[in-house]
């Protein structure tokens, strides 16, 4: 055998075992083969594009349940919110965050369609009469996956946090799960949904203490009580990015925020 044969097939034996290594890793992560792809694009991409910095690492638990929320200020901020979370739990485990987003992007073609259909986005109705959506979360909260919410609904403009609908706090006292607000800072822009993927930023994360609303959960789910837990964990979330909370004014003190013990930091209903 040539010098140049051994070479050649040398590397073409490196790229089958690079190539099994890449399936391998594929199809052993439980949320698919699309996910484990765009997470591999995006952790090479997302940090040099957009300069993505933290406050601290990631809270967010590797083996339970937990319902993210964050303000919303481009189609990137899923992709902004997930592509590192999994450094933050003991298991290094990467997993998906289901969001919840409207039906039209989660069905359209193209790359905003494919990333929500590989990241298990759950589609919603912008009428808010169809209670599927709702049922699903609770469905995944109860076996142990993570829910991210953008409270606000769709994509906004400006920095304080507009107003939010109360399903949130449904979703978070029926779930009983605990609730990590993020506060995305100047996330990717542009003309239209595609664009904030190839455009540079300068981004930042900051990551706040889990909400604990335990003093809520044998309280009757009232209009009135719900307004209440939705404006409690929209100040909280304000008060991340230094700004404010349009919906309501401030309560009192946060008169609902408990510290959250460790013990329920690692289980949830």
Same mark, same amino acid.
């Given at each position: !055998? ?9 590397? &073409? ?6 190539? #099994?290594?890449?399936?391998?890793? #594929? ?18 991409? #997302?940090?040099?594009? %957009? ?9 967010? =638990?590797?083996?339970?349940?937990? +319902? +993210?929320?964050?303000? /919303?200020?481009? =189609? ?20 998906? +965050?289901?969001?919840? !987003? ?11 369609? %494919?990333?929500?259909?590989? !990241? /298990? @986005? +759950? ?39 507009? /107003?939010? *609908? ?25 003309? *239209? !949904? &595609? ?8 981004? @930042? ?42 919906? #309501? ?14 013990? /329920?930091?690692?289980?949830? *209903?």
């Amino acid at each position: !055998m040539s010098p140049e044969t051994a070479g050649v097939l040398t590397l &073409v034996i490196y790229l089958l075992i690079l190539l #099994a290594v890449v399936v391998y890793q #594929a199809v052993k992560l439980p949320d698919g083969w699309r996910a484990w792809i765009l997470f591999a694009i995006t952790r090479v991409y #997302a940090p040099g594009l %957009w300069k993505i910095k933290r406050n601290q690492r990631c809270p967010f =638990p590797g083996d339970s349940a937990g +319902i +993210i929320i964050a303000n /919303h200020r481009s =189609p990137a901020d899923p992709i902004i919110l997930w592509y590192n979370s999994h450094l933050g739990n003991p298991q290094k485990k990467m997993r998906c +965050i289901s969001f919840l !987003m409207a039906r039209e992007y989660y069905e359209r073609p193209g790359l905003v369609g %494919w990333i929500s259909r590989a !990241m /298990h @986005s +759950i589609p919603v109705e912008r009428n808010g009469k169809d209670v599927a959506p709702v049922r699903e979360a609770l469905r995944k909260l109860k076996q142990g996956d993570l829910i991210g919410v953008f409270p606000e609904g769709g994509i906004q403009e400006g920095r304080p946090i507009k /107003h939010a *609908n109360s399903g949130i706090a449904f979703l978070a006292l029926r779930s009983q799960a605990p609730v990590y607000p993020v506060f995305i800072n100047n996330s990717p822009g542009g003309k *239209n !949904m &595609v664009e904030p993927f190839y455009s540079p930023a300068e981004t @930042s994360i900051t990551y706040g203490e889990p909400i604990d609303l335990s003093a809520y959960y044998d309280r009757k789910h009232t209009k009135e009580l719900l307004e209440e837990v939705t404006t409690l964990m929209m100040w909280k979330l304000a008060e991340l990015g230094d700004t404010e909370y349009l919906g #309501a004014p401030r309560p009192d003190e946060q008169a609902g925020l408990i510290p959250m013990s460790e013990d /329920h930091r690692r289980t949830a *209903n």
